[in-house]
Nanobody, 128 residues
Framework: QVQLVESGGGLVQAEGSLRLSCAAS????????LGWFRQAPGKEREFVAA????????YYADSVKGRFSISRDNAKTTVYLQTNSLKPEDTAVYYC?????????????????????WGQGTQVTVSS
């Protein structure tokens, strides 16, 4: 069993930055791709970013490309999401998740059923 705990969310003004963290416990971390998703009020959860098991490959949703950066520290079993130039439309609950494989095709990385474990989420609120 894997437990994921997100942190780092909060209230920030537009154009500000936050660094989200997701700490994992359990053996299933290394060897698996990791992803970040988000869910805004009244909307479905959507893919944000993914990183391969080694950290060599990353993939971003078009809406955050160039502003967000995903990274991981396998020794600390932690994945990060650096969010810069935040916009009010980035307001959402952000979730980290463990993918079933070390990497995958880009469409597959966006699919929630391909992720085995999920955190409880951390709220990010961006004021205008």
């Amino acid at each position: 069993q894997v437990q994921l705990v997100e942190s780092g969310g909060g209230l920030v003004q537009a154009e500000g930055s936050l660094r989200l963290s997701c700490a994992a416990s359990g053996r299933t971390f290394s060897g698996r791709a990791l992803g970040w998703f988000r869910q805004a009020p009244g909307k479905e959860r959507e893919f944000v970013a993914a990183i391969s098991y080694s950290g060599a490959y990353t993939y971003y949703a078009d809406s955050v490309k160039g502003r967000f950066s995903i990274s991981r520290d396998n020794a600390k079993t932690t994945v990060y999401l650096q969010t810069n130039s935040l916009k009010p439309e980035d307001t959402a609950v952000y979730y980290c998740a463990v993918h079933r494989a070390g990497w995958g095709t880009r469409p597959g990385l966006e699919k929630e059923p391909d992720y085995d474990y999920w955190g409880q989420g951390t709220q990010v609120t961006v004021s205008s």
